[in-house]
């Protein structure tokens, strides 16, 4: 089966600094995919280059196996590709539902089963909120509407980016609760996550990043903490 996503020897530069260096990375139609890695090891970085934003080769990112690196972001959301961007990113002067719509009017002509009826049946909270500024949401609701938004792109690959950052327990698992119900839709997800237990839980398979290169990949089930330890931290055995 074609991939849905591949990375090929992917490279990434901010100016001089080079913050990829030669990712590979596959996902599957409707598979769930979690990256973790720690602070700076280059994880939106990856994002970023997927959506258009960093400048890349052509042959370095494969959509349905066909080469997009460096298209930019509008060719990219109107393949499919969807991200819930860090630090949620929304249009605080507008209501709830205002901030879905831009989403539905983006997303216009393009075929999908997310209407805002099933975003509100997902997160019902959004729906009793719909008339009030997203500014004035908690950190997690506001996270539900940045997903939500993201749905509403009708994306056959959604990219996450820190969902749970600085939000309490019960809400990461509220949020996590819907992704398998994301999934059943068909949609790819890559979950990038800096807590291990949930990226595990939550995905397929996983990928380890330290500096900008993939340390680790594998089952998510298969792998152990000390696998994961090592090429989260870098050592001797880190690389497998
Ligand atoms: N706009 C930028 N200009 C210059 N360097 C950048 C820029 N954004 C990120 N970097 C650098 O690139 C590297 C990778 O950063 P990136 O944000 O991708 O890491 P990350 O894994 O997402 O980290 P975090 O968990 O903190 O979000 C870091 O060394 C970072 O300092
Ligand atoms: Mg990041």
């Not at 990219?76 to 969807?82: E, F, K, M, T, Y």
């Not at 119900?181 to 890559?190: F, K, L, M, R």
């Amino acid at each position: 089966m074609t991939p849905i996503l591949s990375t090929k020897g992917l490279t990434a530069f901010y100016g001089d600094f080079q913050a990829l260096f030669g990712v590979d990375v596959e996902i599957a139609p409707g598979e769930t995919v979690a990256l973790i890695g720690a602070n700076g090891a280059g994880k939106s970085t990856f994002l970023r280059s997927i959506m258009g934003l960093i400048r890349v080769k052509p042959e370095m990112i494969q959509l349905d196996g066909r080469p997009v690196g460096g298209e930019p972001p509008h060719r990219i959301v109107s393949g499919g590709v969807a991200i819930v961007p860090e630090g949620r990113r929304l249009f605080a002067g507008m209501t709830v539902e205002e901030n879905l719509r831009v989403a539905i009017d983006n997303a216009s002509g393009r075929d999908g089963t997310w209407t805002l009826d099933r975003v509100f049946s997902l997160f019902p909270i959004l729906k009793e909120k719909r008339r009030e500024p997203a500014q004035r949401l908690s950190g997690g609701q506001q996270q539900m509407v940045s997903i939500g938004r993201a749905l509403l792109n009708q994306p056959r690959l959604l990219l996450c980016d820190e969902i749970s950052l600085g939000l309490a327990p019960r809400v990461i698992r509220e949020i996590y609760e819907i992704m398998p119900e994301i999934s059943e839709a068909g949609t790819a997800v890559v979950l990038v996550e800096q807590d291990v237990s949930l990226a595990k839980q939550a995905s397929d398979r996983l990928y380890c990043m330290l500096e900008g290169r993939i340390t680790l990949t594998g089952r998510s089930g298969e792998i152990s903490r000390d696998q994961i330890a090592a090429a989260y931290f870098g050592g001797s055995d880190a690389v497998a």
